[in-house]
């Protein structure tokens, strides 16, 4: 899997205006995620990819989402499968309240890293899918019959969950094994 970053602060100075800080209106979020994309283009396998709000100011709700929301629907392949995984960093509780209103909207989740290294979940996810994503994401990579055995599930609702998790981009599966996107990050040192 291809680890990449972008900056997207960068990707608004680059597309509307070098001195520009601040994510407002719905026409500068279309043409930072137009930049956003095309750099995404670029790559032709799956990508673990950190989008970074750190040199953003403000955030309002056209631009979370253009930024965010319909970056995540945007990556999913003709198929519905999700052809990038996604790490949200640098966004700050000003950000969140615009971030959290438009996945709550389109029914998305996505992994935000804090400040402090700590990887959560925010959007809309089922009790199941929750517990299966926290008990992975603390385990590292795991067969789905460990994590039923760790969890105490039956392997048919592990697997469920699993699949849910891998569709919704919160997991990955690697041959006979399931590994969080935030333990795939922090297996190759990304944090």
């Known amino acids: 899997m291809i680890h990449h970053h972008i900056d997207v602060g960068g990707a608004l100075r680059r597309s509307v205006c070098h001195l520009y800080s601040d994510l407002v209106t719905r026409p500068t979020g279309a043409a930072v995620r137009q930049e956003i ?3 995404l283009e670029q790559i032709h396998d799956r990508t673990l ?7 953003v100011g403000l955030l309002d709700f056209s631009c979370a989402d253009e930024v965010v929301a319909k970056l ?23 950000h969140l309240e615009a971030i ?12 935000i890293q804090t400040e402090d290294g700590s990887v959560h979940v925010v959007g809309e996810l089922g009790e199941r899918e929750r517990t299966t994503w926290e008990s992975l994401d603390r385990v590292g990579r795991h067969s789905a019959a460990a994590l039923a055995a760790a969890i105490g599930t039956t392997l048919q609702e592990t697997l469920s969950a699993l ?8 997991a ?20």
Do not use: M, N, W
Not at 178 to 185: D, E, H, N, R
């Open 163 to 170: 699949d849910a998790l891998c569709a919704r981009r919160l």
């Open 172 to 191: 990955i599966k690697l041959d006979d094994s399931y590994i969080a996107i935030s333990s795939a990050l922090v297996a190759r040192g990304i944090q």
């Open 37 to 39: 994309e095309q750099q």
């Open 100 to 111: 959290e209103a438009v996945l709550e909207r389109r029914g998305l989740v996505l992994l």
């Open 49 to 55: 990819t950190v989008i970074d709000f750190s040199h």
């Open 72 to 94: 995540l629907l945007h990556s999913i392949s003709d198929a519905g499968a999700p052809v990038g995984f996604f790490l949200f960093r640098g966004v700050r509780d000003e």
